[in-house]
């Protein structure tokens, strides 16, 4: 079984400032990553993924995530974060074990709240 | 445009009364999903469907029941068995094979008192 563990359910950051919110899995096989964002009130949607390839993964909006097998971690960062960042971040993992069963594991998230 | 319906937004039901969450989508995904969201506690899955007619328990299906007799539909009842029904329930579904991202309704706000 997969695993994940965000390891802050909170952080607090100010406008500009760069952010890092981190994400480690555990798995006995190959795995895919994602982030995914959170507004309130609303449903996910996806802001990047690792399936193969770069291990350097970008978003449309400034943030990046490192695929980092020997440390089992995605970790996500903005160099420069804006007020509307502030929103709940989750890290999901799945296993790369062939077939079409994609079940995804979600980290319990981060509450990133950008202050001016 | 194309993309997941969850009705109503918000629901509120008493204790022991059966209720039924609908989720449509109209993106022609093979694959359906039932979340649970609760504070602190991420994302757990509930039921999925990855074809019409077939459906498979996922982590904590126990007060739950599904149906998918169309592809675009997977409702998701909460039995009186389920101890603590109050939640954020979201919807989600993919395209199915591949590991492609999980496309999310806009959850329901289920109270039960």
């Known amino acids: 079984a997969q695993s994940v563990t965000q390891l802050d359910s909170q952080v607090p950051v100010f406008e500009e400032a760069p952010v890092e919110l981190r994400c480690n899995y555990s798995s006995s096989v190959s795995v895919y990553l994602f982030w995914y964002v959170q507004y309130p009130n609303q449903g996910l949607q996806l802001l990047l993924k690792y399936l193969s390839g770069s291990t350097l993964v970008e978003s449309i909006n400034g943030f990046e995530a490192e695929f980092n097998k020997s440390q089992t971690s995605f970790h996500l960062r903005k160099p420069s974060v804006h007020i509307s960042d502030t929103a709940e971040y989750f890290c999901a993992v799945t296993r790369n074990s062939g077939g079409s069963n994609y079940k995804l594991t979600f980290g319990k998230g981060t509450l990133l709240t950008v202050n001016p | 445009d194309g993309g997941i319906t969850q009705s109503p937004k918000y629901l509120f039901r008493k204790e022991g009364q059966n209720v039924t969450l609908s989720c449509e989508q109209n993106l022609n995904h093979d694959a359906m999903y039932w979340y649970r969201q609760d504070p602190g506690q991420g994302l757990r899955l509930i039921y999925y469907s990855q074809i019409v007619n077939d459906f498979q328990k996922g982590d904590i299906a126990e007060g739950y029941s599904v149906s998918r007799e169309k592809k675009e539909s997977f409702p998701l009842t909460v039995t009186s068995a389920q101890k603590n029904p109050t939640a954020f329930y979201l919807c989600?579904?993919?395209?199915?094979?591949?590991?492609?991202?999980?496309?999310f309704g806009n959850g329901t706000r289920l109270t039960v008192t």
């Open positions: 989600a579904s993919s395209p199915g094979g591949v590991p492609s991202p999980l496309h």
